[in-house]
């Protein structure tokens, strides 16, 4: 049975920092894509970042370019998302993803393409 856990979201002040991490359990880590999503309240699930199964390549959306860094450990089947200089408009419920099938030499940005999904954490940005 496949897991994703996702934790450390919260309550942060507009410019503030945070990171999430996806513990994965039950699937082939090291071999599968791994994403990231969030979805805002009345919005659609929107695509925040990617990070390939060798971890050489990551792919980001462009609100949060260079804010957002995605990473890997495999050793910890675990994923992370650092997220700097948050805004009020990062506020949502981040999502963890993870592809259904191993390896890939695609890059993978829609929802329908991840099979594996966490329950999501919430990140609230307020002063």
Known sequence: QVQLVESGGGLMQPGGSLRLSC???GLTFSSRVMGWFRQAPGKEREFVATINWGAGNTYYADSVKGRFTISRDNAKS????QMNSLKPED???YYCAARRSPYG????FAAHEY????????VTVSS
């Open 78 to 81: 675990t994923v992370y998302l």
């Open 91 to 93: 506020t949502a419920v």
């Open 23 to 25: 513990a994965a359990s």
């Open 105 to 108: 030499g695609n890059t993978y």
């Open 115 to 122: 099979g594996f999904w966490g329950q999501g954490t919430q």
